[in-house]
T-cell receptor
Framework: DAGVTQSPTHLIKTRGQHVTLRCSPI?????VSWYQQVLGQGPQFIFQ???????GRGNFPDRFSARQFPNYSSELNVNALLLGDSALYLC?????????????FGAGSRLTVL | SQQGEEDPQALSIQEGENATMNCSYK?????LQWYRQNSGRGLVHLIL?????REKHSGRLRVTLDTSKKSSSLLITASRAADTASYFC???????????FGKGTLLTVNP
């Protein structure tokens, strides 16, 4: 079975641009979470979606948005990019929502903002 | 903001030795999880310990949890070069939908 797949793996943008990152969860997993990992830090929670509804949102500005599609795949959108948005963006899936579930992470999308 | 703090920040040992990493956290938790990350890529789940458990084993891994001290430790026995990675603890608290990660411990196992 395929794991969590993310695309693109690497991308370079300039300040002010917009970016869309995509994630396909493990088959049968209905929950998708997004995390941002700045170099040298641990991942920070951005969003969790379950059954196409937002279940939680971290402390990120409104420039960050996400959605989940009927097939449970997900997109993370970031508008008006800042230099500080440069990071590894990790998507994770789990069968259900809730913290007792173990997350399976994708390899990440590395975003560089110049 | 980070909930957990791992200690030490970096650890270098020889193959065959044991590695111990510690994690402290600030608020009450439902469970605590340990993850491994190789070279800044995706994280791999290692073990989950619930707040009512004190110790858990999985292969060469041993995790302890002391909720009175708000701390956990991860022991890797008989380490191998392939264990070289960053190790993160992550807590699940009242919100119950997110993991709150620490900054991680970079473990280097020298052959």
């Amino acid at each position: 079975d395929a794991g969590v797949t993310q695309s693109p793996t690497h991308l370079i943008k300039t300040r002010g641009q917009h970016v869309t990152l995509r994630c396909s969860p493990i088959s049968g997993h209905k929950s998708v979470s997004w995390y941002q990992q700045v170099l040298g830090q641990g991942p920070q929670f951005i969003f969790q979606y379950y059954e196409k509804e937002e279940r939680g949102r971290g402390n990120f500005p409104d420039r960050f948005s996400a959605r989940q599609f009927p097939n449970y795949s997900s997109e993370l959108n970031v508008n008006a990019l800042l230099l500080g948005d440069s990071a590894l963006y990790l998507c994770a899936s789990s069968p259900l929502s809730g913290g007792a579930n173990v997350l399976t992470f994708g390899a990440g999308s590395r975003l560089t903002v110049l | 903001s980070q909930q957990g703090e791992e200690d030490p920040q970096a650890l270098s040992i020889q193959e065959g030795e044991n590695a111990t990493m510690n994690c402290s956290y600030k608020t009450s938790i439902n469970n605590l999880q340990w993850y491994r990350q190789n070279s800044g890529r995706g994280l791999v789940h290692l073990i989950l310990i619930r707040s009512n458990e004190r110790e858990k084993h999985s292969g060469r891994l041993r995790v302890t949890l002391d909720t009175s001290k708000k701390s956990s430790s991860l022991l890797i026995t008989a380490s191998r070069a392939a264990d070289t990675a960053s190790y993160f603890c992550a807590t699940v608290g009242g919100s119950n939908y997110k993991l709150t990660f620490g900054k991680g411990t970079l473990l280097t196992v020298n052959p």
